[in-house]
C-alpha cells in the first residue's frame, strides 16, 4: 500500500509486536449510518484496519434524486452490505424512534458488531446511543453519558462551571423556569400523573420536565416557552444593553437551531423592541432542529453574543479514564453560522512563528494566542475527565480578546477533524517496554480503537507531524454563499499534488473507462460537497498550498454553482495580508460586501472600449494583441472572487508614485504572464481552449518575456524602474540598436496600461480600507457593516433571477413552505397588500431554512404554489402580483455610456489627469 497522511497499513494484527496486536479490530463489523465526506473515510480506514463495514443507504440518495446515487457505492461489490432506509433521521420524535429501532434490527440481523454515526442527522443524540448500548451493540463515539453531560448545550454549561470552565453569561434552563412561572407544580404533577420531587422549585421543575420526556408528553407549550423566553431576554437586556442576544436550540449545531437578536443600543435604547421578535425566533430555533413535537425537549439557550468573536476549538480524546488534547483549530471563517475555512492553532507552530517574529506588536499577539491556546486545553482536558470522554469529541469556545467562553462541546467526530490528525498523531506505548509501540494518525481509526478495547488503551501521548494544516469546505453555494442545490457535477480534475481531497468519492472514475460519472448535489442535505485540505511547515505555507489547489482545480457541470473561486479569493486575501490574522466569525459577511462592491464597480469599465481608446492608434498591432491583454480581464470581471484574488495576489506590482497614481513595480509583461497563471490559463494539451491561453496569445507573450529576459541580462538588471529609466534616456551604450529595441518595447508594452486601471477601481471602493492592524487584528470599515449596503453587494455577487413586474419568482430552488411552522397562517394571502420587507415564504434549501421577503411593495393576487412543503425550481413564478410602486426600466443606451463616461474616468486618472 502507497502510504500518504492520509493513508496507510493500520491492521495492527499484521504487526511483530503481541502486545501490538492484541489492540487489533481485525473482523470487527461495523454498520455506518451516516453520509457525506465522513462516510467514504470511515470505509477507507476500516478496511485499512482490516475491519469489515456496510452502510445505511437513505432513498433520497438512490432514488429521490436522479443520478445521486451515493458515489461511495461504486467500491462496494457485495449488495448485501447496503441496507435501505427512507431516510436517515426521521422527520419528528416518532420518526426518529421508530429509525433508531430499525437500524439496530438491521444491525443484528446482518450479524454487525458496532454503529459508526458519523457527524449530522443523529450522531450526537443521546437516545440513539442509549438504544445501542442497551441492544449489547458497540456505538464507536462517546457514550450515552458524556452525550448526555456535554452533548445537550444546557447540561454541557452547568457541567462545565463546576468544572471551573469559562462559560458565556446567560439562561441555560428555560423550559426549567417556564415551568416554575407556571406557579403550582405539585397541581402540575398531579395532572399529568408525575411525581413531584427535589428540594427547590428548579430541582422540582427539572424532575417533572425529564418525567415529561420520558412519558412522551408536553407539559410546557411552545408558546409559553416562547413567552418566557421575551421575559428572560429583557432580564438580560437590563443588565447588558450593549449586547446582541444568541437564541440557540439545545440541539442545534452547524448553524442550525440560532437566530440572533439585535442590541437595545441599535435601537435607541429600547429593550422591549429588541426582545419583540424573540417569540416568533424561538418558534423558528426549534423548528429547525425539528424539536416542536409531542414529548421533545424544547430548551432553548439564551446567551451574550460576544461581537468579537473568535470561534476556537479543541479537538479532545480520552477512554474514560485519561483525556489529552490534539491542539487547537480556528474555525472563525464562517458565514450563517457555518464554518467555512479552517486552520490548525498548536504550540508548535505558534512557538515557531514567535521564535522567528521581530516585529514587538506582532510578537506580543502570537504570544497571547500561544497563552489562550494552553489556557483552552487544558480547560477541555478538565471537561473531557468530568464527563468521562471515552472517545473523541470537540471542546468549541469563543475567544473576546485575551478571555475565552466554553460554548458547547461536540459529542461526535467533527467535519474539520482532519485539520487536528495531520499535526498530531498519538502513540500508545507497552508500559513495560518503551521500543514496544503503535501510532495512529486517524481520529477514524482511534474512535474505532477506543470502541473496541476502551479502557485496555495506555494513555498515549502526541506526537507532532506537519507543523500546519488547513482545511476549505467546498460547498454548493453561489457567489454571495447562499446554498444552490440541484447542481450536476460533469467533471472534476485529479487531485493536485500536495491535496487531500474528502468528496465522498464524487472523484472516482469509471473503472473501466477512466471517464468521470456524473453526480447530482440533492438539496435533502446540506451544502458541502468535499474538504480540500493543506499542509506546510508554517501557516504561510500550507496557505500557499491551499491556494495551489484551489488554482488548478477545476469543477465544471449543469447549473453548478459552488464556492471554490470564493475560496480562491480569501485564501489570497490572507496571503496578502497575514495568514496568523486574528479573524472574527463576523469577518466574512463584510468582506463579500467589500467583493461585491469591487465587482459593480469593475463591471462598469468597458474593456473594449478601454482597449480601443488605449490603442486605436496603431489598429493593426491593436488588433492582434486585443485578446491576449483584454480576455483574461473579461474573465476576472465575470468572477468576483478571482477579481479580489488578484487584487490581493498582485498587490506589489503596483505602487502610488508622487501625483498618487498607480504605476507598474514591475514589468507588465510579467505580471500579465501572471495573471493567466493566477486564473489557470496556462497552455495545457489536455485543457479546452476556452480554459487556456490562445496560441497567437501565446506566441506574443513568449516573444515578450524572452525580448524582456535578453534585456535584463544585457543591462544586468530585473528592477522595472531601472530599465524603464535606461530606455527612456535612450543612449545606454550597451544597446546597439536603439530603434529595433525602442519600438519592441513599445509594441509589447502596448495596451498594457488595462492592467493598472484594476487598482484604480478597487480605491473607488475602498477595497484595501478592510485589513489586518499590526497587532494582527482585523480592520472592519462601518461601511461594511451597513445592512443596505451589504444586500445591495449580495445582488452583485448573486444577481436574483428574471422575473416579470406583476409576478414574484423562487430566489432559489428547494423546498417551499408558505408559513413559518406547521398550523401557522400562511405569510400572504390573496388580496393581502405586501410592503417591502415583508415575509413572502420560507425555502429549505440544503437543510438551511430562508426566510424571503418582500424586495417591492404588491398586492397578491394569486398563490401558484398549490399545498405545502412543495419543490420549487429557482425562477419559477410562485405568486401573481400587481405592484404598489413604479418599476424603473433602464434605458440600455443610457447605462452604455455611464459605462464609457467611467471608464474614461479610469483612463484619465492612470494618465495623471485627476482632480
Known amino acids: 500500500m502507497l502510504e500518504t497522511l492520509t493513508t496507510q497499513d493500520r491492521r495492527l494484527a499484521a504487526q511483530p509486536s503481541k502486545w501490538v496486536q492484541q489492540f487489533s479490530v481485525a473482523g470487527f463489523k461495523v454498520l455506518i449510518i451516516c453520509r457525506g465526506p465522513i462516510r467514504k473515510e470511515v470505509m477507507d480506514v476500516l478496511s485499512e484496519m482490516g475491519a469489515e463495514y456496510g452502510v445505511l443507504l437513505s432513498e433520497k440518495d438512490s432514488v429521490t434524486y436522479k443520478n445521486a446515487l451515493a458515489p461511495e457505492l461504486r467500491q462496494i461489490a457485495d449488495h448485501n452490505r447496503i441496507h435501505r432506509v427512507p431516510d436517515y433521521t426521521g422527520a419528528d420524535k416518532a420518526e426518529r424512534d421508530a429509525r433508531i429501532a430499525q437500524i439496530i434490527d438491521i444491525a443484528q440481523s446482518n450479524g454487525y458488531d458496532g454503529i459508526f454515526a458519523g457527524y449530522g442527522f443523529m450522531a450526537e443524540e443521546e437516545a440513539l446511543v442509549a438504544a445501542i448500548e442497551k441492544s449489547g451493540l458497540t456505538f464507536v463515539g462517546p457514550c450515552s453519558r458524556t452525550v448526555r453531560q456535554a452533548g445537550m448545550k444546557d447540561e454541557a454549561k452547568r457541567t462545565a462551571l463546576a468544572a471551573g470552565v469559562s462559560v458565556t453569561p446567560g439562561v441555560d434552563n428555560l423550559t426549567t423556569r417556564t415551568v416554575i412561572a407556571l406557579g403550582d407544580m405539585a397541581a402540575l404533577a398531579a395532572e399529568h400523573g408525575l411525581s413531584l420531587e427535589g428540594d427547590s422549585p428548579e430541582a422540582q421543575a427539572e424532575g417533572l420536565l425529564n418525567q415529561s420526556y420520558q412519558r412522551g408528553i408536553d407539559l410546557i407549550s411552545i408558546d409559553q416557552i416562547a413567552d418566557q423566553a421575551q421575559r428572560e431576554v429583557q432580564a438580560l437586556y437590563a443588565e447588558y444593553p450593549k449586547n446582541r442576544i444568541r437564541i440557540k436550540a439545545i440541539g442545534g449545531g452547524g448553524g442550525k437551531g440560532q437566530r440572533i437578536l439585535p442590541s437595545p443600543k441599535d435601537l435607541g435604547g429600547d429593550a422591549q423592541a429588541a426582545a419583540a421578535p424573540t417569540p416568533e425566533l424561538v418558534k423558528q430555533v426549534l423548528a429547525e432542529v425539528k424539536a416542536t413535537g409531542v414529548g421533545d425537549n424544547k430548551n432553548v439557550l439564551l446567551e451574550l453574543n460576544i461581537e468579537t468573536t473568535r470561534h476556537q476549538e479543541i479537538q479532545v480524546i480520552g477512554n474514560g479514564d485519561w483525556c ?14 457555518q464554518k467555512l475555512l479552517e486552520i490548525s492553532t498548536t504550540v508548535e507552530m505558534l512557538a515557531d512563528a514567535i521564535g522567528a517574529e521581530t516585529d514587538d506588536q506582532r510578537l506580543a499577539s502570537l504570544k497571547g494566542d500561544l497563552d489562550i491556546l494552553q489556557r483552552m486545553e487544558d480547560e477541555s ?25 466554553f460554548m458547547e462541546m461536540n459529542t461526535r467526530i467533527q467535519v474539520e477533524h482532519r485539520v487536528s490528525e495531520l499535526c498530531y498523531g498519538l502513540r500508545f506505548q507497552n508500559p513495560d517496554n518503551e521500543h514496544d509501540a503503535f501510532t495512529i494518525n486517524s481520529l477514524v481509526e482511534a474512535m474505532v480503537v477506543l470502541a473496541v478495547h476502551g479502557k485496555q488503551l495506555p494513555k498515549p501521548t502526541r506526537v507532532p507531524r506537519q507543523r500546519a494544516s488547513v482545511e476549505v469546505r467546498l460547498n454548493a453555494t453561489n457567489d454571495a454563499l447562499q446554498p444552490h442545490a440541484g447542481g450536476l457535477i460533469q467533471f472534476w480534475s485529479n487531485n493536485a499534488a500536495g491535496e487531500i481531497r474528502d468528496d465522498q468519492g464524487i472523484s472516482l472514475r469509471n473503472p473501466d473507462t477512466g471517464s468521470f460519472v456524473h453526480y447530482a448535489l440533492a438539496g435533502a442535505y446540506d451544502s458541502n460537497i468535499a474538504l480540500l485540505l493543506t499542509t506546510g511547515p508554517n501557516r504561510a505555507d500550507s496557505f500557499a498550498e491551499m491556494a495551489e489547489v484551489l488554482r488548478k ?13 470564493f475560496h480562491y479569493g480569501l485564501v489570497h486575501w490572507f496571503m496578502a495580508r497575514d495568514v496568523h490574522a486574528k479573524t472574527t466569525t463576523s469577518f466574512i459577511q463584510p468582506y463579500l460586501t467589500a467583493v461585491g462592491l469591487l465587482a459593480q464597480m469593475a463591471r462598469e469599465v468597458d474593456w473594449n472600449y478601454a482597449w480601443a481608446r488605449e490603442t486605436g492608434h496603431d489598429v493593426e498591432l491593436s488588433t492582434l494583441k486585443k485578446t491576449l491583454v483584454v480576455r483574461p480581464l473579461e474573465r476576472l470581471m465575470a468572477q468576483p472572487h478571482l477579481l479580489s484574488g488578484w487584487i490581493s495576489y ?16 514591475q514589468n507588465p509583461i510579467a505580471l500579465l504572464n501572471a495573471l493567466y497563471h493566477f486564473l489557470n490559463m496556462d497552455p495545457d494539451p489536455k485543457s479546452p481552449a476556452a480554459n487556456q491561453i490562445w496560441a497567437q496569445d501565446q506566441a506574443i507573450l513568449d516573444q515578450a518575456l524572452a525580448f524582456y529576459t535578453d534585456l535584463a541580462g544585457l543591462l544586468d538588471t530585473d528592477d522595472w524602474a531601472e530599465t524603464q529609466a535606461i530606455l527612456d534616456a535612450a543612449c545606454d551604450p550597451r544597446i546597439t540598436d536603439w530603434p529595433a529595441v525602442s519600438a519592441a518595447h513599445t509594441d509589447f508594452q502596448l495596451g498594457l496600461d488595462l492592467l493598472r486601471i484594476l487598482p484604480v477601481v478597487a480605491d473607488q471602493v475602498e477595497f484595501e480600507t478592510l485589513c489586518v492592524t499590526e497587532d494582527l487584528n482585523l480592520y472592519i470599515p462601518e461601511f461594511l457593516l451597513d445592512s443596505d449596503t451589504q444586500k445591495r453587494a449580495a445582488r452583485e455577487l448573486a444577481p436574483p433571477p ?26 400572504v394571502s390573496v388580496g393581502q397588500v405586501v410592503k417591502v420587507g415583508d415575509p413572502l415564504y420560507i425555502v429549505e434549501v440544503m437543510k438551511m431554512f430562508n426566510v424571503i421577503k418582500a424586495e417591492f411593495g404588491c398586492t397578491i393576487d394569486e398563490v401558484l404554489v398549490e399545498g405545502d412543503a412543495s419543490v420549487v425550481k429557482k425562477g419559477q413564478p410562485l405568486f401573481k402580483v400587481t405592484p404598489t410602486e413604479q418599476i424603473e426600466v433602464q434605458d440600455p443606451i443610457a447605462a452604455a455610456r455611464a459605462r464609457q463616461a467611467w471608464t474614461d474616468e479610469c483612463l484619465d486618472h492612470l494618465a495623471g489627469d485627476h482632480a
Open 650 to 665: 498582485a498587490d506589489a506590482a503596483f505602487m502610488r508614485d508622487d501625483h498618487d497614481v498607480w504605476q507598474f513595480a
Open 381 to 405: 482536558t478538565r471537561f473531557g475527565t468530568a464527563v468521562g470522554l471515552d472517545s473523541v469529541s470537540t471542546f468549541e469556545c469563543i475567544v473576546d480578546d485575551d478571555r475565552h467562553y
Open 553 to 565: 482545480t477545476r469543477l465544471e457541470g449543469t447549473d453548478l454553482s459552488t464556492n471554490l473561486a
Open 802 to 827: 428574471t422575473q416579470r413586474s406583476d409576478e414574484i419568482v423562487a430566489a432559489s430552488g428547494g423546498m417551499f413552505y408558505a408559513q413559518q411552522t406547521p398550523g401557522d397562517p400562511a405569510f
Open 324 to 337: 489529552l488534547t490534539l491542539g487547537g483549530r480556528d474555525c472563525s471563517a464562517q458565514m450563517h453560522e
